[in-house]
């Protein structure tokens, strides 16, 4: 089965958001309370009930006027996923797709991918004890069906297909469009199924790290620390034993020779 | 000298003559400490290893597995705050120089010496452990505490909570093993310390020579059988 990716063009959305309601449809996502705070952003980020969010931007545009940045906010479904790394029970997972699904069954709310995530997207609910993301409609598209933020799209602004395909176009885009614009997704994490043709350069954009990868910290603790307390107990539970066999336990018992050998 | 305990006489039984190193309190905390630990070890490598999650099947599943890891290391830092204030006096302090002396032939537990310098109520060695499991106990602690509610701290740090908890993991379940072996067959007589309170004289004399010399000049040694009240341990 080949990779799949969904591709997010910038320059064609037009801020109409149906991409946000069809997620909440299809996923059927519960909306919660917020105040206007002076943005069409709504609500202010990502929640436990709001997986994909369209991020609204004001911007010069250097010549005294206002640009408007509207850009798609979800998992990035990396492929060096620091979720998937971190998750203790296998609740995160890899799709044959290549994107991260989620088994929420098997999800404890150890809430340690919301720690390590690089995107900052996982989200916690507390009424359940689970944590929530964008699976990227892993239901539909294992039938053969678009995510259904793609399907609602009006301007193409989102497709999806196979991963071959929409990188090759993606850049091609990026190349048509000139200037500042770029692919984003391809060149870290192992790949991103989410990816963003890019308009202006990436510290333009909220929240968009501009070199995302894997926390230190958790190559630290799953790569080195991991294998290495294995290695460490297993080799003292050696060392006992050859010490048991070859020094010989310690003569305690003041007979004989007490005191000399045998190690004090 | 004492008779020592005669071959075949169960030890673990006090006998007369046989010397007490260690009060009820301090083998109360010994064992509160050692359950806990041990819990938090088998739950916590249910955890971290996602092939040992069945660990989490007899207690119901993993979310269970992690409430039971989360509520034992409450009762764990009480645990661990007696180890330290119990041990502290006679097992933390190092004693210059001759800990150094002991500490350069390894206390003769590695190759034959023909000579170990003497040591107090604890050797270098067990300081050692003394520090290991008062440091790396206290970093799980804290760590494990920022682990359970980790939302509202900044990410960057609660990050490097799961790696220094993954440490005192490495730490503790090594030292684990090496305690086990040598308070049980490494250096039979050990293990009745931590139980009945009492063990041998040739044990305490090899063990503590130090402190048996001190106890017995301030006359402060008690001995099976021969005080006149004889407190029940």
């Given amino acids: 089965m080949s990779e799949k990716v969904k591709l997010f063009d910038l320059s064609k959305c037009i801020g109409c958001r149906s991409c946000q309601l069809a997620c909440k449809q299809w996923n059927q996502l519960p909306a919660s309370q ?86 900052d997207v996982p989200r916690y609910n507390a009424e359940v ?3 929530a993301k964008c699976d990227m409609c892993f239901s539909r598209i294992d039938a053969t069906l678009e995510p259904a933020c793609v399907k609602a799209c009006p301007t193409d602004a989102l497709i999806f297909g196979d991963k071959k395909e ?34 202006d350069k990436v510290p333009v954009y909220e929240k968009l ?56 | 000298m004492e008779m020592p305990a005669r071959e075949g006489v169960n030890k673990m039984i006090p006998q007369k003559g046989m010397i007490k190193v260690s009060d009820s309190f301090e083998r109360i905390v010994h064992w509160c400490l050692a359950i806990s630990c041990l819990v938090l070890i088998i739950t916590g490598l249910g955890m971290m290893f996602r092939s040992f999650n069945f660990i989490g099947i007899p207690f119901g ?29 006679e097992a933390g302090k190092f004693k210059f120089p001759d800990d150094l002396e002991w500490i350069k032939v390894a206390g003769g537990y590695l190759w034959h010496v023909d000579e170990v310098p003497k040591t107090g109520k604890y050797n ?9 499991v008062a440091f790396f106990g206290t970093i799980m602690v804290i760590t494990g505490l920022i682990m359970w509610f980790p939302l509202d701290l900044p990410r960057e740090f609660v990050r490097w909570m799961y790696p220094l908890h993954a440490l005192g993991f490495l730490v503790i379940f090594a030292f684990f093993f090496v305690h086990l072996y040598l308070g049980t067959i490494g250096v039979p007589g050990s293990a009745q310390a931590m139980f009945t309170g009492y063990v041998t004289r040739s044990w305490a004399e090899k063990q503590c020579p130090l402190w048996l010399e001190e106890m017995e000049k301030s006359g402060k040694l008690e001995i099976y059988g021969q005080n006149t009240i004889h407190v029940q341990h």
């Fill in chain 1, 34 to 119: 917020t105040v206007n705070w002076g943005t069409y952003q709504n609500p202010p980020d990502l929640q436990y009930n709001t997986w994909l969010l369209m991020r609204f931007q004001e911007i010069s545009d250097g010549n005294g006027g206002v640009k408007w940045i509207f850009r798609k906010d979800a998992c990035m479904h990396c492929t060096d996923a620091a979720c998937v790394k971190v998750c203790p029970t296998g609740a995160l997972f890899h799709t044959k797709y290549g994107t991260v699904s989620l088994d929420v069954s098997k999800c404890i709310g150890c809430k340690e991918c919301v720690i390590a995530c690089p995107f």
């Fill in chain 1, 129 to 131: 004890n689970k944590i």
């Fill in chain 1, 166 to 199: 929409i990188v090759e176009y993606a850049h091609a885009r990026a190349e048509e469009l000139g200037g500042d614009a770029s692919v984003y997704g391809d060149q870290f994490v192992g790949g991103t199924h989410l990816m963003f043709v890019l308009p």
């Fill in chain 1, 209 to 264: 790290p501009e070199n995302p990868r894997v926390p230190v910290s958790v190559i630290a603790w799953k790569d080195w620390l991991k294998p290495l307390s294995l290695i460490a107990a297993g080799g003292v539970l050696a060392g006992s034993f050859l010490h048991y066999i070859i020094h010989g336990p310690k003569d305690t018992s003041g007979n004989g020779d007490a005191g000399k050998g045998g190690g004090e």
């Fill in chain 2, 61 to 89: 599943g993993m979310t269970n597995l992690k409430l039971v890891h989360n509520f034992v290391g409450l009762f764990f830092i009480p645990a661990l705050f007696f180890a330290i204030l119990v041990w502290w006096r």
């Fill in chain 2, 124 to 132: 270098p060695g067990q300081k050692a452990f003394f520090w290991a």
